[in-house]
Every structure is written in structure tokens, then in C-alpha cells.
């Protein structure tokens, strides 16, 4: 059994640009839930994917936006990136019963 | 909507010495409680969960946290550190409903010193 993987580990870019981050989720989970997590605060949750629908979102700007694909893995879009989006953005995947998800080693995204 | 509080942000403490990690939740319906620790760059990992059952719950690696439902709090305790302990450890509280999101505190950063 596979864990989460995320693509890429790091990622540099400067204001203005658009970003895709990837994400695989665990073999059998259906729900892929993407988090923000800024230097020194714990995660922020951005919004999770559910059956390759959007199943929730925090308070995160349309210009964050995510896919979730047949096989349950799941992009992450930023377009028009700011300065304050430099963090580690982390996915997790979920399917069971209790809610417990599962995270990937996220990437670190430096906008410059 | 839930809320997670982590009282201390940073807590130094000499190796073989006992440690408290604080949280305190707020929620008006029924929680999860889970406890994550992050090695430097790296993600999450579970450390321990409550979900229902026994307040008490426990780590294979000799951690334990307590559910006080009226105190809202879930203190993570290890009776005797490691250095292989420093870590960022994160309390986390999602609804008891299925595959709502996880709301985070902010982290308390667990330094034990040799």
C-alpha cells in the first residue's frame, strides 16, 4: 500500500505567476483535502475533493482553485500568485469511517 | 465551526523529563481530537486520535492524551522525553461526522535537551 506522494518538493516562482501542485492519494481513499501551512502556523485548511467534486472550502480566494481525478488524485491551482502564498502546501488523503487523513510530505512553494 | 488553542508555542524540556503539551478546543456539536507531530521538513504524522470509547488514548512510541469533554481539552503527555522527540506537535479537531476538514492549532514546538 502506497502512502500520499506530492509533486513537486520544491517550487520557486515569482508574483503574477500560476502554479499546479500534485497530489496521490492512498490506495482506496476516495476524499483528498488540500492545506495551506505558512512559516510558524499550523495548517489552514483550503478545500477538499470528494468523488472528483469540491466537498467544502475555507476561506481561501477563487484563485486558489484544485481538480480531483478519476483515479482520486488531485491538483492544486494558484493563479496571479502573492508573496504571502510562500508556504508548504500539504495534502491529505481520507476514506475511512473516522475521518483520519493521511499526509503527504507536502511542497514547499517560495513566490518571489 | 471549531477552534483549536495551544497554549504554550515552544516548550524546552531536559531528556527522561515528563512533558505537557496543552489544547483546548471550542465546538458547539460532537469532535474528533487528533494530535500530529512534524519532523523538520517533512508533513504530518498521526500521532494518537480520539474518536469515542476510553477519554484516555495512547502512541506506540509512549505518548497519551486525555479527552476532558468539560474542560475541552486534550494535553498531550509523555512521561519521560527523548531527544528523538523534538518535533513541531499539532493538536487538530474536525466534526464527528465523516470527512469534515481538520481545523489546526498553531503548533507547540517540543525542544528536549540532552
Known amino acids: 500500500e502506497t502512502g500520499v506522494t506530492q509533486s513537486p518538493t520544491h517550487l520557486i516562482k515569482t508574483r503574477g505567476q500560476q502554479v499546479t501542485l500534485r497530489c496521490s492519494s492512498q490506495?482506496?481513499?476516495?476524499?483528498v483535502s488540500w492545506y495551506q501551512q505558512a512559516l510558524g502556523q499550523g495548517p489552514q485548511f483550503i478545500f477538499q475533493?470528494?468523488?472528483?467534486?469540491?466537498?467544502g472550502r475555507g476561506n481561501f480566494p477563487p484563485r486558489f482553485s484544485g481538480l480531483q481525478f478519476p483515479n482520486y488524485s488531485s491538483e492544486l491551482n494558484v493563479n496571479a500568485l502573492e508573496l504571502d502564498d510562500s508556504a508548504l502546501y500539504l495534502c491529505?488523503?481520507?476514506?475511512?469511517?473516522?475521518?483520519?487523513?493521511?499526509f503527504g510530505p507536502g511542497t514547499r512553494l517560495t513566490v518571489l | 465551526a471549531q477552534s483549536v488553542t495551544q497554549l504554550d508555542s515552544q516548550v524546552p524540556v531536559f531528556e527522561e523529563a515528563p512533558v505537557e503539551l496543552r489544547c483546548n478546543y471550542s465546538?458547539?456539536?460532537?469532535?474528533?481530537l487528533f494530535w500530529y507531530v512534524q519532523y523538520p521538513n517533512q508533513g504530518l504524522q498521526l500521532l494518537l486520535k480520539?474518536?469515542?470509547?476510553?477519554?484516555l488514548v495512547e502512541s506506540i512510541n509512549g505518548f497519551e492524551a486525555e479527552f476532558n469533554k468539560s474542560q475541552t481539552s486534550f494535553h498531550l503527555r509523555k512521561p519521560s522525553v527523548h531527544i528523538s522527540d523534538t518535533a513541531e506537535y499539532f493538536c487538530?479537531?474536525?466534526?464527528?461526522?465523516?470527512?469534515?476538514?481538520?481545523?489546526f492549532g498553531k503548533g507547540t514546538r517540543l525542544s528536549v535537551i540532552a
Open positions: 491529505a488523503s481520507s476514506g475511512g469511517l473516522h475521518n483520519e487523513q493521511f
Open positions: 490506495s482506496g481513499h476516495n476524499t
Open positions: 475533493y470528494y468523488r472528483e467534486e469540491e466537498n
Open positions: 465546538s458547539s456539536v460532537s469532535v474528533y
Open positions: 480520539y474518536l469515542s470509547g476510553s477519554t
Open positions: 487538530a479537531v474536525s466534526e464527528a461526522d465523516g470527512n469534515t476538514p481538520l481545523v
